[in-house]
């Protein structure tokens, strides 16, 4: 458990306790709390710095973890398709695996919290997700723990293209966040960034 901790207690802090203490300097806004986070403008850029890249269904629910002073929500997420995994654990399509998302720094014991992603994106909706994630296998706990790779970029599968797209490989997935970097990653582009990353 000290391992795992530790991780993620130096993950969030490269990853995000940067963008808290520019959230808190600046306020609210989604372009102040991004400040200092890791920012992709490609999806060669994003690839390059994934461990694990897959398509799946994310629920709506979450637990809520706190690990020293890191507030996360842990999602469990069922992997529909596997593109690429760098880690020593085994993942295989049709797997359940949890996703946790660093949310925020709590500076008060339950009391104050400094939000590294903005309160209005802080809710997942329920739907297919293309995840870019980071990790590693936690010997104490026996399994794998995944990060998104910033918090601030997610990608959420365009359903107004309706059902006949989610069967191809040209589906499209908005980023739910930090529009302005990297608006949208369409899965061709991404088998083609994942093959020239090899």
Known sequence: MKKTIAFVSALALVFGVGSALAYKEW??????????????????????????????????????EVVGEIVFHVYDVKVDTLYSNNTDQVITEGDTIEMYRLIGVDTNRGKDMVNIVA??????????????LNGQYDENLKKLVLIPNTPHQLFRADTSNGFASKNSHDIEF?????TEALPSINEAELLKAIDSAK
């Not at 690839?47 to 269904?57: M, Q, R």
């Not at 908005?174 to 930090?178: F, K, P």
Request: charge should be negative.
């Open 174 to 178: 908005e980023n739910i966040t930090d």
């Open 119 to 132: 309160p209005e994106y802080q809710l997942l909706k329920q739907g297919e997700y293309l995840l870019f």
């Open 27 to 64: 306020g609210n806004t989604q372009s102040h709390s991004n400040v200092l986070a890791k920012r992709f403008t490609s999806t060669d850029e994003i690839v390059k710095d994934s461990a694990v890249i897959l398509k799946g269904e994310v629920s709506d629910e979450f637990r809520k």
